[in-house]
Every structure is written in structure tokens, then in C-alpha cells.
């Protein structure tokens, strides 16, 4: 039997459970169960389904049984900034609320006449998103102040999930940066921020690192899936282990390209300088205390919600055809503009943004398709530009890992649109990236280098350049 190690990744629009096992150097992976996530509305919020997830998770894993699987571990890695509260009797006070959730317009404003904006990013070296942790807490503590009032364990989502499964309380380290409430330099929490903002410092648990063990399963879950697992910690925060699988980081930038397109780099320091301020990168923890200088573009988010305005006539794969048949430009819209962080209608919100910026409205699935993709080219450009800036370097270039990077035109594009060369996949970035913090961990994997190798040797990855070049 082969030493299997399970990575559940979750993210925005769709869960996997996926096992690993090493064959020699090769990492094989085997999908154990796939399943769809999307915002529920909830006592008047937009809210994650948690319970419905951590049931889909329990599913995964006792499918390992059919399958023969033994697993020797198990990680779960998640989307960034939400979190639950618990009570005294480790009950939940909360829902899951999600980051699209309007509760938090207006609380960034807030929050940043209270401590400098300049400050904070001094502190955290953290991006402002009006969903992050911070003004999620803030609107809280606004709307509700009872509930943060009786709140004793502040957990994000991939440490409630592994609270259900092991009993243990922590919060992980890549993840609980996208609160903007880590100090970049102390890699711990900002009491500071925290006292200054009137959140109760006790809630937030011990900061735990990738690789280490947070604990094995509930005596009752042993039962239901017949063996015990320990739990061993992954970059929980799902882009903090997809930016693990990017074969060769050096001189690279890569793009995370999933519901958010992450663009961004791997860095050994957090850079809170005004510039970057400025132009709204973040510094978000990654594994072995190293950072991920990235900003958030709108990404696929956009294709996902034009597909269900056609309910789903239309698979992704169809909407990428469709979108290659339109021969003329299309209009471009700002991507990053708030208006497209939950329209109701995203195909109505971007024939409004062309009407108002006078262009021509796009109005067949083709063309709708083709304006997302290309408006998605445009604000890499311009983020890719940032970064050449603010290192004072040109970086050679671009690996796109995830869902979306099996979109080869868009590939195409940012290959055409930025004259560098485009690495595409691993797909299951997030899951191999989960994986091989296990597998190091385990001591069947030397270190992040070693596992980038076999990643390399184990997984297809497409290079895509300029066509006006010859390929
Ligand atoms: N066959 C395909 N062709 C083109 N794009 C695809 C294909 N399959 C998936 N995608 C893109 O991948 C995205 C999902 O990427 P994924 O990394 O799974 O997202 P997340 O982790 O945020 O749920 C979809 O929104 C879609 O745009
Ligand atoms: C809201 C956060 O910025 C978001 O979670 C982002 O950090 C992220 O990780 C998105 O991952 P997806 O797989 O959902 O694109
Ligand atoms: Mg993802």
C-alpha cells in the first residue's frame, strides 16, 4: 500500500480532496471527491455553507476506504480572511460569513481614521480589501456587539475545519496574515492594532507554522472512518500553498489563477514601503516565514458569474471557444472596480461599465467572454509593471498555476500582452502545494526546493509565447 497523504483544498467555487503518495521522485495524486462551494444567504448575509463543507470533507475521507487508502495525514487549505467566533463552550456564535458580504462597506474608511493607514501597513504590510478580517471584526463589533463580546476563540475557516476534525484550537500563520492584524516583523498577533481597535486579544489563539502537528482525530470521527489520521498543518490560506507548486520561482511572477487571479512574488522580507502602498500589494505569510508579495485581481470570479447569468448553458471550456471566435477588440473594463466584487448581474454590470466609459457593449456570450479575459490581461499588465518598479528588475517570466491556467487563450494573452514567457500548471496547485508540506513533515520530502523538483518532473506544465514569436 502506497503512504497516501490527503490535501483537502477549498476554494471559492469548488472543494477537492485529493490524496498524494511519492513514486520515487513523482508525486501521483488520486481525486478522492470533488465538490461545489458557493455563497448561501443566511440571516441576511452572504455566508460559506460550513457545515455542508465539513461534510463533503467527511465524504472525501471515508471514500478512502473504498479506494484502498490509508492516509498517513490529512491538511486543509481554504480561501483567506473569514473566520468564525466560538463561545465559552467552544459553541459557534457566528456564521460563516463570506468576504462578499456588503456588512463590511464603508468599515475600511472607518478603521483607517482610527489607526493611519500608513501605519497599518507599516505594522502588517497588508493590502487594503474592504472584506479583510480587520473590517469584518470592525462591522461586528458595529452591528453586533454582543456576539465579540461573548466570543472566546477567534478561528479562521481552515481552523474551524481542523477544530472539527481534532478538538485542537490554533490559528495558522499564512492564513491568519490576511487578517491585517499580524505584525509583519514579530510574525505574531498586533496587540497594538488589536487593543486600539477594541477586539478582545484572548480570542486570537497561538500562532501555528506550516508542518507542524496540530493533533489526530476525534475519538467519535475514528470511528466513523474506521482509522485516525494526525492533522498536519498546510499553508491553510489556499493561495499560500499554490504559490509551493510554481516550479521555478526564481525571476518568475506567478498567477494564481482561480475565482481571484494572485499576482505576485516569492520574497524573503515584507516590503511596506509607500510605493507599494500605493499601489496595493500585499505582504501575506508564506511557508518557513517567507512572503508572498502579491495583490488580488477580480480573476475568474468574473467568468464563474457571466456562466451562471447563462445558467451554466455553457461549460468554461465553451465560453474560452466562444470568446476565440470574436475576431474584433472588445471593450475593456476596470476588473479591480468594486462594482464587480458582487453585482447581481455581472453580464448587466459590465454592458453598464461600457455604456458609461462609451464602448462598444458586448453582447453575445463570445464577446462577453472575450472582454472578461482581456480586461483580466490588461490589470496583469499593469500589476506586473508595479512590481518591475518596485524591484527595479525585469522579471523574465510567468507562471500561471490553478484552475484557470487551463485556459489557453488567456495564456495566450498575457503571453502576447507582456512579451514573456508563460509556464502553465500545475492545475492542482493548491492541493500539490498542501501536499508537500505533509510529505516534508513526514520526512519523505528534504525541503520546498526538493519538492519544487519533483512538482517539476511530476506534473505538466504548458509554455505559451509571444505569437508573434516562433514557437
Ligand atoms: N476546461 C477549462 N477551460 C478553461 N478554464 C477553466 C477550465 N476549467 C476550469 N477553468 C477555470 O478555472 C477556474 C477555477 O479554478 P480553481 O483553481 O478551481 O478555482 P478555486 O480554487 O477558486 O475554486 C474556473 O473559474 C474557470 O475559469
Ligand atoms: C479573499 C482572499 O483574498 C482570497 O481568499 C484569496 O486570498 C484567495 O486565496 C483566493 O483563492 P481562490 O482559490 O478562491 O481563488
Ligand atoms: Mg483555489
Redesign the pocket.
Known sequence: MKNHSLAVDI???SGRVIAGALEKDRLELVEVHRFENKLIEKNGHFCWDIEALFSEIKKGIKNCNAMGIKPLSIGIDT???DFVLLDENDELLTDAVA?RDPRTDGIMEEVTEIFMKERLYLETGIQF?K?NTIYQLYALKKQNPEVLEKAKTFLMIPDYLHFLLTGEKSNEYTNAT?TQLINAFTKNWDKDIINTLGFNFDMFQEIKMPKETLGTLREELVSEFGFDMPVILPAT???GSAVLSVPQVDDTIYI?S???S?IGVENYFPICVIKALDYNFTNEGGMDYQFRFLK?IM?LWMIQEVKRNYDNRYSFAELVEKSKEVTEKTAIVNVDDQRFLKPANMIEEIQQYCRETNQKVPEHPGEIAKCVFESLVVSYKKAISEIEDIFEKEFHSISVI?GGSQNELLNQLIADATKKEVFAGPVEA?AIGNLVVQFIAHGAIKDIKEARHIISQSFEVKKYVHSMVEK
Open positions: 476554494g471559492a467555487s480561501w483567506a480572511v468576504y480589501q472584506f490576511s490560506h489556499d493561495t494564481s482561480g475565482t481571484w494572485l488580488n480573476g490553478g493548491t
